[in-house]
C-alpha cells in the first residue's frame, strides 16, 4: 500500500526483524526511563521472530527505500492487536503511523475482525493524540501489576 508523503506499507517477513529490532530498539529507547519500564526494550531478534511463528503478522513501512516504521498485529477474538508500532524520528510527521494503521485496518477485514486495539502508555499523551487523530477512542484504564495508578489505556478503532 502507498500512502501520504511516499511512504508505503508491506509485509513484513524473517528477513525483516533485524531492522525491525533496531527500529523498536531506538524509537521505545528515546522515550527515556518510565516506570514501570517498557517492556519493548526487553525485545530481542529471537523474541521478535517468534511473533512471526505465531499468529503475528508484520507490517513495514518503507519511505525513500529505507525502513521507517512497523508495527506487529495479533488476531484476536474479534479485534486485531497493534503491538510495538514505531516509527522511525526522521520520519515522524511523514504519516507513518496513519499508513501502517490503514493497512492494519485492511489486514483486519481480511481476517474478519471488527476493530484494531492497542495499547499506550499513560506517560506518552503524544502517542495517545497520535492515536485519536487516527480514529482510536479510549476504552479502558489500566495498570501494570504492582502499580496504584492508571500506567496505560486501551484503545480502539471499530471499523465501519
Known sequence: ?????GVSVRRGGPDDVATVHALVSGAFGEVGPVEPPLSALRETVDSLAARLEGREFLLIAEADGAVVGCAFCAPQDDAVYLGRV??????????VCRALVGEAEALAREVARARLTLKVRAS???NIDVFRRLGFTI???????GYDRTTYYVLEKPLG
Do not use: W
Not at 500500500?1 to 508523503?5: D, V, W, Y
Not at 476504552?139 to 501489576?145: F, I, M, V
Open 1 to 5: 500500500m502507498s500512502g501520504a508523503g
Open 86 to 95: 514505531a516509527v522511525h524520528a526522521s520520519a515522524r510527521g511523514r504519516g
Open 124 to 126: 506518552m499523551p503524544q
Open 139 to 145: 476504552t479502558a484504564e489500566a495498570r501494570h501489576e
